[in-house]
């Protein structure tokens, strides 16, 4: 009998305690759901009210996103950048992919200056592909 207790006692514990690693799991899981929302935030935007809605036949890659803010605040692809930088930036992508369509979204408040700027940019540079967003009317 004793041999058989002296057995017992040096058998070693298999099992993984996962509490620990479950805890972890969640706690990354909040982090996660807290922060996703503000990495996708744009500019703040009140679109003017008209047009069709929206249909995009095309590929994601194939648009460019300039904002215009009401303060004069431009950005591109939700990257704050001056004009110039966007201009630029804009006939990059224009060299790589000559179905790009460039998609400016400008702050009904804003002056309309502002949006004429960016439009002006692209046709001097033969960037004919643009586009005005506004919102569609409210039936």
Not at 56 to 73: C, H, I, L, W, Y
Not at 76 to 85: R, V
Request: glycine share 4%; proline share 6%; aromatic share 6%.
């Amino acid at each position: 009998m004793r041999r058989f207790s002296q057995r017992n006692s040096l058998v070693t514990l298999s099992d993984i305690n996962i509490t620990p690693l479950l805890d972890l799991a969640f706690v990354l899981l909040i982090i996660f759901i807290i922060t996703t929302p503000l990495l996708t935030q744009s500019l703040n935007l009140q679109l003017p009210i008209g047009g069709l809605p929206e249909k995009q036949p095309r590929s994601p890659k194939d648009f460019r996103t300039v904002e215009v803010a009401a303060n004069g605040a431009y950005r591109l692809d939700k990257k704050s950048m001056t004009l110039d930088q966007i201009e630029a930036e804009l006939v990059r992508f224009h060299q790589v992919n000559t179905n790009m369509v460039v998609v400016i979204r400008a702050d009904k408040n804003g002056a309309y200056g502002l949006a004429a700027d960016v439009l002006d940019r692209c046709l001097r540079n033969k960037i004919h592909q643009v586009s005005l967003k506004t919102q569609p009317p409210k039936r």
